[in-house]
């Protein structure tokens, strides 16, 4: 059996025998594109402009009276969903009663959704509270909601660094808003 042929790729050093998956979209979210210049809600905070386009530019799923489900633009997996407030907030405890409630609704009708539209067998829920947590953009609170499979991380993530999503995001978002249970 002859081994397939190598396609030549000018401008990755010496040639080696590894195959290149370029990801360029992603030196955005490594520049820190589209992340606040400050911490009020006006200093360019994606999570309060989102709700200012309509739902398929900003790749909302669903809109409540206090939050909103929304594909995230750098997901882990296929379908990472993200609950966040309209009002910018940066703690869990600034919240008032309402909004929590909604926050909670939302992210179990994300889940329900996810099953129905892409079969999801698990799921990471949770939220990072501040950088020194994790969290990218740490002055607007946001729970994410990450679909899981059995077998979905394999060597790219791990030895590549690379995600592998087999969808557009607004295929998914359409999938996830048509799959959304009813109020």
Same mark, same amino acid.
């Given at each position: ?18 195959q ?16 606040p210049?400050?911490l009020?809600?006006d200093d ?5 402009? !989102? ?8 790749? !909302?799923? *669903? ?9 995230n ?11 966040c ?7 869990y405890?600034?919240l008032? %009663?309402?909004?929590?409630?909604e926050?909670? %609704? ?8 996810l099953?129905?539209a ?16 994790g969290?990218g953009?740490?002055?607007? %609170? ?5 679909p899981?499979w ?15 999503l ?6 998914? *978002?359409r %999938? ?8």
């Open positions: 059996m002859t081994e397939p042929k190598r396609e030549e790729q000018f401008g990755v050093g010496g040639p080696d025998q590894f290149r998956l370029w990801t360029p979209h992603r030196m955005a979210y490594i520049k820190g594109e589209s992340k210049t400050g009020g809600p360019g905070c994606p999570f309060c402009e !989102i709700p200012k386009m309509d739902d398929e530019e900003g790749l !909302i799923v *669903r809109r409540g009276e206090y939050t909103y489900a929304v594909l633009l750098y997901p882990y997996n296929s379908g990472h969903l993200m609950v407030p309209f009002r910018h907030v940066s703690d405890n600034d008032d %009663l309402a909004e929590t409630a926050l909670a %609704l939302l992210t179990k009708r994300s889940v329900t959704a099953r129905k892409s079969g999801a067998q698990g799921f990471n829920v949770g939220m990072n509270l501040g950088h020194v947590a969290a953009i740490a002055a607007h %609170l946001h729970q994410h909601v990450v899981r059995g077998g979905d991380t394999n060597f790219m993530p791990i030895i590549g660094q690379t995600r592998v087999p969808q557009l995001l607004r295929d998914t *978002r %999938l996830l808003a048509d799959a959304w249970p009813l109020d």
